[in-house]
């Protein structure tokens, strides 16, 4: 049984980090790409990052230079380190296998002063 896990999210202000974790297990992520997605109430799920098998990423523009995926395919687990937040970056953050519909129950993000 294939199951995402994230965690690390929370409350923070403007300008804040987190770094979101999502720990994978029944699958070994090595040879898939990973990616990380967000979706803010009343707004469409949107792919905020990804990182290939090779670790070569990709970012939206909107965390483009604020945001930075990383994996640690030992541990079966792939990070978000979330810099410079802004309160539009509140969101419930969702990690994902690429080509597959496994999915991650999803962890909240709130950026508020």
């Known amino acids: 049984q294939v199951q995402l896990v994230e965690s690390g999210g929370g409350l923070v202000q403007p300008g804040g980090s987190l770094r979101l974790s999502c720990a994978v297990s029944?699958?070994?992520?090595?040879?898939?790409?990973m990616e990380w997605y967000r979706q803010a109430p009343g707004k469409q799920r949107e792919l905020v990052a990804l990182i290939s098998r090779w670790s070569s990423t990709d970012y939206s523009s909107s965390v483009k230079g604020r945001f930075s995926i990383s994996r640690d395919n030992a541990g079966n687990t792939v990070y978000l380190q979330m810099n410079s937040l802004k309160p539009e970056d509140t969101a419930v953050y969702y990690c994902k296998i690429q080509d597959t519909n496994y999915w991650g129950q999803g962890t909240q993000v709130t950026v508020s002063s």
């Open positions: 029944g699958i070994i992520i090595r040879v898939y790409t």
